[in-house]
């Protein structure tokens, strides 16, 4: 499975982006889908999951603020970022996870897209 995220760039606090994740298998309707990021000198951590039945579930940073959705058709999942905050900052990664556990956690992710970076100015 190839991911291929887009989207990010540079966003005064306050503002809104939204990411984009194009994946190339057409089983992607299967999948649970999700997003990580990873800011400079900081681990890759867990933003957003969205099952294969569109239940979804947010790291508590971006609770309120996120929202992850997902297309089938078009194979692509979304990550709208609201009010977003400088330290938002961070490199943006689309993932497939096969098997979902109660904590998500990079260890879970069975392919990675590329990143897209997303600058967040106060």
């Known amino acids: 499975v190839q991911l291929q995220a887009s989207g990010g760039g540079l966003v005064q606090a306050g503002g809104s982006l939204r990411l984009s994740c194009a994946a190339s298998?057409?089983?992607?309707?299967?999948?649970?889908m999700a997003w990580f990021r990873q800011a400079p000198g900081k681990e890759r951590e867990f933003v957003a999951v969205?099952?294969?039945?569109?239940?979804?579930y947010y790291a508590d940073s971006v609770k309120g603020r996120f929202t992850i959705s997902r297309d089938n058709g078009k194979k692509t999942v979304y990550l709208q970022m609201d009010s977003l905050k400088p330290e938002d900052t961070a490199v943006y990664y689309c993932?497939?996870?096969?098997?979902?556990?109660?904590?998500?956690?990079?260890?879970?992710?069975?392919?990675w897209g590329q990143g897209t970076l997303v600058t967040v100015s106060s």
């Open positions: 993932a497939v996870i096969l098997a979902l556990n109660t904590v998500v956690g990079p260890g879970d992710v069975r392919y």
């Open positions: 298998a057409r089983t992607v309707g299967s999948y649970h």
């Open positions: 969205i099952t294969w039945n569109f239940n979804t």
